[in-house]
């Protein structure tokens, strides 16, 4: 039996189809022998999500999403209709659901496989136990919410390391909690890309990623203002979106060597991967930072979900990251991660970075190794073929 794919037939809930998630569902399906069936919605116009209408390999049916309450809302979930009869008709062997307790209907369809006695594994960013001293009725239903949907699965994939300890330390049983390191890009070439020994005038710094308020571009752009002359660099704003135009604004007051370039993509962005000396990812999410990464830039992140602890890679002895008050800057050997909205913490990162030419090219170089060697979609798909098969074992 081949040991790099599941023998049987796998079932995928998602509550959204992200257009970025495609390339992963199509070669988890070239994995599966009995094939992969996606079942996802659309999003609400609010996330402004890109969306995918269309799988080559994996089967995808679209879910009829019922939507209570807006999507920042604490009190919001969703109903999936449709989702009993998806799995009726594929007929799973097993199927991973995301371990959302707000996707309602996920429940329904745990207790359907369960009653056939096949598996069901969940896949999610984790689930932070309640801070000391949280109180209220709210803090303890989605608590008690999150334990329930554990409690009805037989496995998590988790996307991060941070991610899989949560699982653990809410009660899930170690050996059944798995970890697929969250990859967008698929493995590179061979050799990192090769760039000069110095800067071709001024450093050239990148960002990629849609313009709201919590991608903190006006905290980069007060950032480099703060720079030494001689250090302050090209900016490159790639993206758009509904804190464009402020961003802007507070750029043509503070810093006019930041250019905003709109959205780009493909062969359009290509050439700014290129061109650039780091990748400064100053607020939340980011699936830019791994395309940088696969074109040899170092990398500054802002610590969020976990996931950006994994893509930098840090020398973990003695640190503890969830003490906000014992650290602002961490280097790693491909880059560095910053305070979330800490400005000065992003300041010095930047200058650090910007300061030394070498250091720089070696992470570049650190950072490639990384996206080829362990975070790209094949080893994510290899992860998941992994938990499936060792719960197929287990259970």
């Known amino acids: ?71 920042r809302c604490s009190l919001y979930q969703c109903w999936q209709s449709g989702i009993v009869e998806w799995l009726e008709s594929w007929q799973p062997d097993a199927l991973i659901v995301e371990a959302n307790p707000r996707v309602i209907s996920n429940r329904k369809a745990i207790d359907w496989m369960h009653a056939r006695r096949r598996i069901v594994l969940g896949w999610g960013l984790g689930t932070a136990l309640p801070s000391r001293g949280a109180s209220g009725l709210l803090t303890v239903w989605r608590h008690r919410q999150r334990l329930g949907l554990l409690a009805g699965l037989d496995g998590v994939i988790a996307y991060s390391q941070r991610g899989a300890q949560q699982y653990r330390q809410a009660g899930f049983p170690a050996r059944r909690v798995f970890v697929a390191r969250n990859a967008v890009t698929t493995r590179p070439g061979k050799t990192p890309p090769s760039r000069p020994d110095t800067f071709q005038g001024r450093p050239v710094v990148l960002f990629v990623g849609r313009l709201q308020a919590r991608k903190r571009i006006d905290n980069l752009l007060h950032a480099c203002t703060d720079l030494p002359l001689d250090l302050q660099p090209d900016l490159c704003i790639v993206g758009d979106g509904p804190a464009r135009h402020s961003f802007e604004d507070l750029a043509q007051e503070i810093y006019p060597r930041a250019r905003f370039l709109g959205a780009l993509r493909g062969p359009d962005l290509e050439p700014y991967f290129q061109r650039s000396d780091l990748f400064v990812l100053p607020g939340t999410g980011g699936l830019a930072v791994q395309q940088a990464m696969a074109h040899g830039l170092p990398v500054i992140v802002a610590q969020g979900d976990g996931t950006q602890e994994d893509l930098v890679q840090l020398d973990r002895s003695g640190i503890k990251l969830s003490d906000k008050n014992s650290w602002k800057v961490l280097r790693g050997e491909n880059g560095w991660l910053v305070r979330p909205d800490h400005r000065a913490a992003l300041h010095q990162a930047l200058e650090e970075a910007l300061s030394d030419v070498d250091q720089l090219r070696r992470m570049g170089v650190k950072s490639f190794q990384v996206v080829f060697q362990e975070i790209n979609v094949e080893e994510m798909v290899r992860s998941f073929i992994h938990a499936l098969r060792a719960l197929t074992s287990q259970v």
């Open 1 to 71: 039996m081949n040991e790099l794919t599941f023998p049987g037939r796998l079932a995928l809930q998602q509550r959204v189809l992200p257009a970025y998630r495609g390339p992963f569902f199509d070669a988890l399906a070239s994995a599966c022998e009995g094939g992969l069936s996606v079942f996802a919605g659309h999003p609400l116009p609010e996330e402004n999500i890109a969306v995918g209408t269309s799988l080559e390999k994996a089967h995808y049916t679209p879910a009829r999403n019922r939507n209570f309450f807006p999507i």
